[in-house]
């Protein structure tokens, strides 16, 4: 009888178990679908006195793929619950760490956005802001041999700023 019991009571955990989930999102969204279903990006020129041709495609993409894999929402081309626009503001070098012979040892490279973000659903939430991210190389490196690389790893975090400013509430 005792383990006629046992076994009862492992299948009920075992059912239990499996009958019930939780599931987590870590990608930090916190949108109320009832209302928002749409995302109109805009392109993002570039502005900067200094121009690598195709950051402004590469940007707008990135930005657009932020949306469409971390969200439900759906992309429009014009007048979505959720508006991004903006442009490239800066795109600078600036020599860094100086050594003794004067001469820079690392070079900066800055990109700036600047963005503004209309929430149809919820109008409180409107801003215009710039974002910026910057990467260091090796000054003895030449930019073009290094600039494809660093503007994708810039765009990774200028995209991941602008998600958590817009739809993660963070």
């Known amino acids: 009888m005792l383990k006629k019991n046992v076994i009862w009571l492992c299948l009920m955990i075992g059912v239990i178990v499996t009958a019930c989930s939780i599931s987590y999102k870590f990608n930090g969204a916190s949108i109320d679908y009832t209302k928002v279903k749409t995302i109109t990006v805009k392109d993002f020129p570039n502005q900067a006195p200094l121009v690598y041709p195709p950051l402004s495609q590469e940007f707008t993409e990135a930005l657009k793929d932020i949306y469409i894999r971390q969200t439900r929402l759906q992309m429009v081309n ?93």
């Not at 490279?109 to 973000?117: F, H, P």
């Not at 659903?121 to 690389?149: I, K």
């Open 78 to 170: 014009n007048n979505g619950d959720l508006d991004l626009e903006g442009e490239i503001t800066g795109y600078e070098l600036t020599p860094m760490a100086v050594k003794e012979d004067a001469w820079s040892s690392q070079t900066k490279l800055t990109i700036t956005v600047r963005v503004r973000y209309s929430n149809r659903t919820n109008p409180e939430e409107d801003f215009e802001q710039s974002f910026s991210a910057y990467r260091e190389f090796d000054a003895t490196r030449m930019l073009q041999d290094v600039q494809a690389e660093l503007c994708t790893e810039i765009v990774d975090e200028l995209t991941d700023q602008i998600y958590n400013a817009t739809v993660a509430n963070w």
